[in-house]
Each structure stands twice: as C-alpha cells, then as structure tokens.
C-alpha cells in the first residue's frame, strides 16, 4: 500500500495560493502591456507562491488563522510585492515568443 492512499491529503490546502491569484488579479487589471495567457499569468503566479511564505490549512479553523495572516501589513505587503515583482520579470521575460 502506498503511503499516500492512507491518508486524506486533498484536505490540506495552500491559502497562500488563493491570496496570491487574488493579488495577482487586482494587479493585471490595472496594468498594460502584459500577456495574460495562460502560460504567463500561471508562471506569475507561480513565481510569487515561490516567494512567500506558504499558509497550509487542514481545517476551518486553519482559514481563520489565514485571515488574520493577511489582515498582518507586513504579510499582505510581501505579497503585493512578490507578485508585482512576477508580473515584471515575466513581462521582461515570457515563455513565449
């Protein structure tokens, strides 16, 4: 048997991601000259996720500790910021031609 099976892994959850797309949503709809296709918006925000601090949760209780993450300004700050340095390096840089 696989370790995996025995477990219910699909509980647990990164909010750090859903913050970040959020962010990055609000950012790409007031910037111009961006490629939002799938592949650039989706290494957006991979390379933010990459640069903050992951907020994993097995339980609701868990979200609440998220929230009052976010609620945290040096939290909610490091994300605007890792997520407008994303959207920048891959506007310099896309995947595509």
């Not at 490091?78 to 506007?91: L, S, W």
């Amino acid at each position: 048997m696989v370790f995996a099976d025995s477990y219910n892994f699909d509980i647990l959850t990164n909010e750090a991601e859903k913050i970040v797309i959020t962010e990055l949503g609000r950012q790409l709809e007031s910037g111009t000259g961006i490629c939002r296709c799938n592949e650039c918006v989706l290494d957006m925000a991979a390379m933010a996720l990459n640069a903050v601090k992951p907020l994993y949760r097995v339980s609701l209780l868990g979200t609440m500790y998220t929230a009052q993450a976010m609620n945290e300004t040096a939290y909610a700050k490091t994300v605007r910021e890792e997520v407008a340095k994303a959207i920048e390096k891959v506007r310099k840089n896309p995947s595509h031609d």
